[in-house]
C-alpha cells in the first residue's frame, strides 16, 4: 500500500460526496422566514435517530436541514464545501480531512469503548489473528476508523502496511465483497459491526478495544463557527442531554434507533449498549489522544506533513449535560 500512487485526498473524498449527495436531505422544519437554519450532516442517520428518540429537537429557535452519509469522508468533503455546517466524525478522519485542508474544528468531543471498530471476517473464515492478515485482502473506507484499526492492528502484529492488501470500498460495497468472497476481511464501525454479527454474515477478527482511543467528535466548518455559535452550542447541548437520556432509556432508544435508521433491534441494541458513549470535555488527554492519531497516520504515511493538532479544537462550547 503505497499512498503517493493514489489519487489526491481531495479527489477521494469528492469521490465519496458524488456517492452520498443522491441520499436523502431531511428538514425539520419548512425554514420560517427570519429563522437561523442549521445544515446539519450526519452518518447513517445516528443522531437524527438519538435526538428524535428523546425529543431533542423540540422547541428549537432555529430549523435544521439534515444531510445524511453512508461513512465519514463524504461528510468531511461537504463540510469542505459547505454543504453542511457540522456533523459527527471520528478521530482518524477529522485527521485526514484536515491533512486535505479542510477548515474545520472539533467542537465537541465523546468517548466510547472501541470494540466495534473492527476488522470483520466471514463466519467460516480460517483467519485467527491479526498476524494472519498478512497477504490478505481487507475492504475499508480510505481514511476511515476503518482504515485506522486495520493499520493500528497489524501494526501491533509485527506487519507493515504493504504487507495486506487494503482496497477502498464504501462499506456496502465493502460488505458485499466479503460476503461474496472476493475479499478476505472488511475494516468498518458501528452500525455496520452490529448489524453483521447479528446478521451472521460476519465474525470480528480483532476489535479495536486496546488500539484506538475511542474518540469521535462534534465537528463544525470555520464559517459556522463564526456565524451560527449560539446555534450550534444550543444543538450540541441537545445532542449531549439526548445521550444521557438515551442511557437511562435503553430500550425504548434502541427500538427508535433501529426503526429511524432502518437496522434489526437487536443490532441496534447491541452496538448502542457496547459503545458506552460519553461526552467530555476537550481536555489535555483529548487532545494528547488525537495528536498520538496524527502522529501514527504520518508514521505509517497517510499523511505527507505532521500535524498539530491543538489549533483543530474550538473548547469554548463545553458539554453541561
Known sequence: MNPHHNRSRRQLLARGLAAAVALPVFSLQAGAQGRPVLKAGDQKGGLRALLEAAGGLEGLGYDIQWSEFPAAAPLAEALNAAAVDSGPI????????????????????????????????????????????KGKSIATNRGSIGHYVTLEAITAAGLKPEEVNIRFLAPADAKLALTQGSVDAWATWEPYTALAEVSRHARVLVSGRGLLPGLSYLAATDAAIAAKRPVLQDFLQRVVKAQLWSYRNVDAYSAALARIIGIPPEAAKLQFERRQQRWIPIDAQVIADQQGTADFYRQVGLIRQPLDVKGTFDTGFGVAG
Open 90 to 133: 471520528g478521530d482518524a478522519p477529522l485527521i485526514f480531512a484536515l491533512a486535505a485542508g479542510t477548515r474545520v474544528k472539533a467542537i465537541g468531543a465523546n468517548r466510547s469503548d472501541s470494540y466495534g471498530t473492527a476488522v470483520l471476517v466471514r463466519p467460516d473464515s480460517p483467519l485467527k489473528t491479526a498476524a494472519d492478515l
